[in-house]
């Protein structure tokens, strides 16, 4: 067998770029010999060619190694955006290179969907310049939309102002096809809202529910921007044990980065608790882990304590400084902590706390949301004291790194937060009293104090048939517009969260209408309404989901029928442990509004979440209309220095 260099070679190329690009089987029986015609890479380089034979007389030989070059003397760079919205006017780029001396003859297709088009012109291009085309386009539908450019090498005559040069032959017919694809959304700001249940079958009988998922009506949605998701997993920890979702790499400020290392360790708690975790995840969680640990350091102040950016920024936050040493604890069992760091953070937190046993924000919390109730600056005459919420977070904090519950700072400390329960019941914050009875727990769970404590949230407590939650009163802020189903605001995920912590403790049959309100607070993605309600309400969740879980092989069928125009249809799903509990299964919902009948069969549980997202219009900036700014940006010469032209002030004004 010998490898032939073919005397005509493949007249297209295509734009890929392997190592190795040729490998195939041939049975050659009488024959001795065998061409092949194939596809070359779309790129200028030699290729080395060899060949094994074998049969049963001879046995096995190989062939020489025979040399072939594949070349083309055109090359086409094609730009164009990665995404646009509908009605948007683009603009696709498109540049040919010569890569022989003499000029190239080159004809160009671009497609119909370019404004006059379709294009179909011929121009000469030399190797010193290259061409360069502007073509216009405008995204009418939503949807991924592809753009097919072609060029082809074409025989004749270039002739210049100062020369004539001859097209070679042997080039003409080349071409290069290329195809880019450009995501098209919808005009206006995209809506969302979440439907989520946990739904148990026991004992073989069905659970049925039904689900209304409307869209708004005329003016208030662009049309053909809805689209929706069913999810269905067998855990109520959701699409948060997707590792794209819950395990990420970190790289953003302090507190973000804790938020992420926290997340990590999340993982890694509840699967090991379950005999779920598998290797790859493990090895993922503690890559991340460590980066973020290093990360973390880079916000550490002199004296030990955090801030958002470091010692560049202000002092110290007792918050974060808080936040970081109970991470910390809880990694030491997977990851290397520096103990000196730790230590010295916990110094730093004793000495924060006043005489009176509390212990108040000394620093600045960049983001304050991620502090949730924490960050409202609750009155201490009404009940509503920052530092009694502060002083409660501060002490379980130190409890994880170690500190012995008898140690005076422990003592004096839960003597301060047992301290703001003496007001009348009628002005007991809820979010304070969640971390004051979560702190007497990890202090004391069986002391008069954790009792009376969990009796007074409990009191707190909204009820119904399926759910237990809690609100701020007078003082709620309004719910996190999601569109047609709003979630709770993020402090009352929290206090949700910390109070179910408390239940699982003193209240287990209670904890589990806990644990269904939060489940449907989610968003799409598994998370909740902001950032740090989503670490802890899955903290929670997680020591729920870890509590409830049974070894048994779940065995459940669930079927969803869509009722909705113009045909009603419907999609099955099926959870079992062997095969797919943590599995994520997915499927559209083939037309919006809808009505959801969802039915379950068999033995287990299951999170069913449907996600409904539409675009809405957005209308000129009326002055003092709600859910509305307006961005001005000044530019002005440099304040400092106006003679300095390469400098600029900006002035940024949000109204």
């Known amino acids: 067998m010998r490898v032939l260099n073919q005397e005509n070679p493949p007249q297209t190329f295509t734009p890929i770029f392997p190592e190795t690009w040729f490998w195939t089987l041939v049975h050659f029986g009488s024959l001795k010999e065998r061409n092949f015609t194939t596809i070359a890479p779309n790129m200028t380089a030699k290729w080395s060619a060899s060949a094994v034979c074998f049969n049963e007389e001879d046995g096995l030989d190989m062939s020489l190694t025979s040399l072939t070059t594949?070349?083309?003397?055109?090359?086409v760079e094609v730009r164009l955006p990665k995404t646009a919205v509908t009605g948007e006017n683009l603009q696709m780029r498109v540049i040919v290179y010569n890569r022989v001396e003499n000029c190239s003859r080159v004809q160009l297709k671009v497609p119909r969907i370019v404004l006059n088009g379709p294009w179909n012109i011929q121009f000469c291009v030399c190797k010193e310049?290259?061409?360069?085309?502007?073509?216009?386009?405008?995204?009418?539908?939503?949807?991924?939309?592809?753009v097919r450019v072609q060029a082809r090498a074409m025989?004749?005559?270039c002739q210049g102002r100062?020369?004539?040069?001859?097209?070679d032959a042997?080039?003409?017919?080349?071409?290069?096809?290329?195809?880019r694809t450009i995501l098209i959304k919808a005009e206006g700001v995209e809506m969302s809202y979440t439907y989520a249940s946990y739904l148990c079958a026991r004992d073989g009988k069905p659970v049925w529910e039904k689900v209304e998922l409307p869209l708004p009506e005329g003016k208030e949605m662009i049309r053909n921007s809805a689209h929706g998701e069913v999810q269905v997993i067998g855990d109520i920890m959701g699409a948060a044990l997707n590792l794209e979702y819950l395990v990420h790499m970190p790289t953003r400020c302090g507190e973000q980065n804790m938020i992420g290392f926290v997340s990590n360790i999340l993982v890694l708690n509840y699967l090991n608790s379950t005999g779920d975790l598998q290797e790859n995840t493990r090895q993922t969680a503690l890559s991340n882990m460590e980066i973020d640990y290093q990360h973390a350091l880079n916000y550490r102040h002199s004296d030990g304590s955090f801030s958002a950016f470091g010692a560049k920024g202000s002092n110290g936050s007792v918050w974060l400084t808080a936040f970081i040493v109970k991470s910390f604890a809880q990694a030491q069992k997977y990851i290397f902590i520096d103990e000196n760091v730790l230590q010295r953070a916990v110094d730093f937190l004793a000495q924060s706390q006043l005489e009176t046993g509390c212990f108040r924000?000394?620093?600045?919390?960049?983001?304050?949301?991620?502090?949730?109730?924490?960050?409202?600056?609750?009155?201490?005459n009404n009940g509503r004291s920052p530092q009694g919420a502060l002083t409660a977070y501060v002490l379980m904090a130190l409890m994880e790194a170690g500190k012995d519950t008898n140690d005076p700072i422990i003592k004096l400390g839960i003597k301060c937060v047992n301290d703001k329960l003496n007001v009348p019941k009628n002005r007991l914050d809820p979010y304070t009293l969640a971390l004051v009875t979560l702190a007497n727990m990890r202090y004391n769970s069986t002391s008069d104090d954790t009792r009376i404590a969990f009796k007074l949230m409990h009191g707190k407590a909204r009820k119904d048939d399926k759910h237990i939650y809690w609100t701020r009163g007078k003082s709620n802020p309004s719910a996190t517009d999601t569109g047609f189903l709003p979630t709770a605001p993020s402090a009352e995920v929290e206090m949700a969260s910390y109070a179910l912590m408390s239940y699982l403790q003193f209240s287990p049959n209670d904890a589990e209408r806990v644990a269904m309100w939060l489940s449907r607070q989610r968003n799409s993605f598994g998370g909740f309404a902001s950032t740090q309600d989503t670490v802890v309400a899955l903290e929670a969740l997680s020591q729920f989901a870890a509590s409830v879980y049974s070894r048994d092989a779940p065995d459940l069928k669930i079927k969803i029928k869509f009722k909705s125009t113009p045909a009603p249809s419907s999609a099955?799903?099926?959870?079992?442990k062997a095969e797919n509990k943590l599995q994520l299964q997915r499927e559209p919902i083939p037309a919006l509004p809808s009505t959801l009948h969802i039915s379950t069969r068999g033995t287990g549980c299951a999170l069913v979440q449907a996600s409904v997202h539409y675009n809405k219009p957005v209308g000129p900036y009326v002055k003092g209309e709600k859910n509305h700014f307006?961005?001005?940006?000044?530019?002005?010469?440099?304040?400092?220095?106006?003679?300095?032209?390469?400098y600029r002030t900006l002035n940024i004004k949000v109204m």
């Open 70 to 75: 594949a070349f083309n003397p055109i090359l």
């Open 129 to 146: 310049k290259p061409y360069e085309g502007v073509f216009h386009f405008r995204a009418e539908y939503k949807g991924t939309q592809s």
């Open 155 to 157: 025989p004749g005559t």
């Open 162 to 167: 100062r020369r004539r040069s001859d097209v």
């Open 170 to 179: 042997s080039f003409a017919g080349k071409f290069l096809e290329f195809t």
């Open 361 to 380: 924000e000394t620093g600045k919390v960049f983001s304050s949301y991620m502090m949730g109730g924490l960050g409202q600056g609750w009155e201490l």
């Open 572 to 576: 099955g799903f099926y959870v079992h």
């Open 630 to 646: 307006f961005l001005r940006i000044f530019v002005r010469p440099y304040q400092h220095d106006p003679d300095r032209c390469d």
